[in-house]
């Protein structure tokens, strides 16, 4: 399976982006999607996830109640609508995958995840 990231961009503080992350090659129906950042000078961090059967998702704190991943099966693609947008946000944002249905508590760790797509860069600014 190869993932590719499209969507980024530069949007002003309090905007919306929707993020895509095309799946090929593969099917991702026994699967855990996820998504990472990485800002300039920091280690990339975790930003969401969940199984693609869509029985558990997790985000982190710094994103909850602003951000949320979906999937669209159909076309096997997911998604990170990322809303009330902040100047810390931005980053270069990676799509991840395991061929693997993970817990709650193993969704956050990118050591968990073995597909990785390219990353799209995200710049929050006035």
């Known amino acids: 399976v190869q993932l590719q990231a499209s969507g980024g961009g530069l949007v002003q503080p309090g905007g919306s982006l929707r993020l895509s992350c095309a799946a090929s090659g593969g099917t991702l129906s026994s699967s855990t999607v996820g998504w990472f950042r990485q800002a300039q000078g920091k280690e990339r961090e975790f930003v969401a996830a969940?199984?693609?059967?869509?029985?558990?998702?997790r985000y982190s704190d710094s994103v909850r109640g602003r951000f949320s991943i979906t999937r669209d099966r159909a076309k096997n693609t997911l998604y990170l609508q990322m809303n009330s947008l902040k100047p810390e946000d931005t980053a270069l944002y990676y799509c991840a995958a395991t061929q693997r249905n993970l817990i709650h508590s193993s969704l956050g760790y990118e050591t968990n995840y073995e597909i990785w797509g390219q990353g799209t860069q995200v710049t929050v600014s006035s």
């Open positions: 969940m199984r693609w059967n869509g029985s558990t998702t």
